[in-house]
């Protein structure tokens, strides 16, 4: 292996090392155990961000995204062998806070369902509407995302941060079961 390449392997090496007792760290096994580093706890506590809510938006992350945010919080994600994750965490400074699209609450219900990969009929049935609405809705989250599929939305929701799972979670079972 070349030279250079193994020195930037231990420099990227030790950043990590050094991060784990300076910064907000998790690391996310990949049977989605997590440890958080006391910076990361105080960090989150500070913040009054519900832990496991937080957990469970950085575990759906955690496999498809790098980097992301959390309301106020941008994570940047590095995946370690054995499928293990570190998210690091850093806080946006107001002037840092970049203008983002506003989605009424009914289009991040819509967003919420559309993550967790409901259809359309699962969508309007969960939120007891007509699939038309659910079509509606759609077309007004992609103008505002600038997209133009569901993958894309989806995608962008996470990124930004629209979905945060504070929302009551629903399973697709749970609509089948009346709940």
């Given amino acids: 292996m070349n030279d250079k390449i193994v020195a930037r392997i231990k420099d990227s ?10 910064k907000p760290l998790i690391l996310i096994d990949d049977n989605g155990s997590y440890w958080l580093n006391d910076h990361a706890d105080v960090f989150i506590s500070e913040r009054n961000i519900p832990l496991k809510d937080l957990m469970e938006w950085l575990m759906i992350g955690s496999a498809h995204l790098q980097n992301f945010r959390y309301g106020d919080i941008t994570i940047s994600m590095m995946r370690l062998p ?5 998210a690091f965490l850093t806080g946006l400074d107001a002037d840092q806070v970049s203008e983002k699209p506003v989605l009424t609450d009914r289009e991040r219900e819509v967003l919420r369902y559309l993550v967790k990969g409901f259809s359309n009929k699962e969508i309007a049935a969960a939120m007891k509407i007509t699939p038309e609405t659910v079509n509606s809705y759609l077309d007004k989250i992609y103008e505002k995302l600038d997209c133009s599929n569901r993958v894309a939305a989806a995608f962008l929701g996470l990124k930004n ?17 009346g709940t």
């Fill in 13 to 22: 090496l030790k950043t990590v090392e050094e991060a784990s007792t300076t």
């Fill in 82 to 86: 054995g499928n293990s994750v570190i």
């Fill in 161 to 177: 941060g629209f979905f945060l799972p504070a929302c009551q979670r629903l399973e697709k079972n749970d609509i089948n079961n």
